[in-house]
């Protein structure tokens, strides 16, 4: 974060970026509606590293149980999102195969990682890319 800072014209700790960050916080609704209808026939998880200044952001504006059955943040859990520890956890919780989840994330390294773990993937581009994707899968 200090090499980023210093780029970006930031003198004073990286700090100051995660506080920026949280203070620019943009919650998608839209996508926490569709997240919600789903939940209504799936078993839905957060799964993501983001890190514990947006987590306390992301918490102060969104009832996360209101959209998810479970949520892991990596920086909790001490884990990166697709180590296998991880992934056998929220296999044994949701009582599920591999082949039985579907990563949505926007990182196509995650994507990757998560096809060659053996799950179903959605790369995430936009809600309504996102709607049609979805659609299609069920």
Same mark, same amino acid.
């Given at each position: 974060?200090?090499? @980023?800072?210093?780029?970006?014209?930031?003198?004073?700790?990286?700090?100051?970026? *995660?506080?920026?960050? %949280?203070?620019?916080?943009?919650?998608?609704?839209? !996508? $926490?509606?569709?997240?919600?209808?789903?939940?209504?026939?799936?078993?839905? *998880?957060? $799964?993501?590293? &983001?890190?514990?200044?947006?987590?306390?952001?992301?918490?102060?504006? =969104?009832?996360?149980?209101?959209?998810?059955?479970?949520?892991?943040?990596?920086?909790?859990?001490?884990?990166?999102?697709?180590?296998?520890? =991880?992934?056998?956890?929220?296999?044994?919780?949701?009582? *599920?195969?591999?082949?039985? $989840? $579907? !990563?949505?994330?926007?990182?196509?390294?995650?994507?990757? %990682? *998560?096809?060659? @773990?053996? &799950?179903?993937? @959605? !790369?995430?581009?936009?809600?309504?890319?996102? %709607?049609?994707?979805?659609?299609? !899968? @069920?």
């Amino acid at each position: 974060w200090s090499g @980023l800072s210093k780029k970006l014209g930031f003198e004073y700790h990286w700090s100051i970026l *995660a506080t920026n960050n %949280k203070k620019n916080l943009i919650v998608n609704w839209t !996508l $926490l509606e569709v997240i919600k209808e789903l939940r209504s026939n799936f078993k839905i *998880a957060l $799964l993501s590293n &983001m890190d514990p200044t947006s987590i306390s952001g992301i918490r102060s504006e =969104v009832k996360l149980s209101d959209f998810f059955d479970k949520v892991y943040f990596s920086s909790e859990i001490k884990k990166g999102k697709l180590e296998q520890e =991880v992934v056998n956890t929220i296999l044994k919780e949701f009582n *599920a195969t591999t082949q039985e $989840l $579907l !990563l949505i994330d926007d990182y196509s390294g995650n994507i990757e %990682k *998560a096809k060659s @773990l053996g &799950m179903k993937t @959605l !790369l995430f581009k936009d809600v309504q890319e996102f %709607k049609k994707e979805i659609n299609s !899968l @069920l």
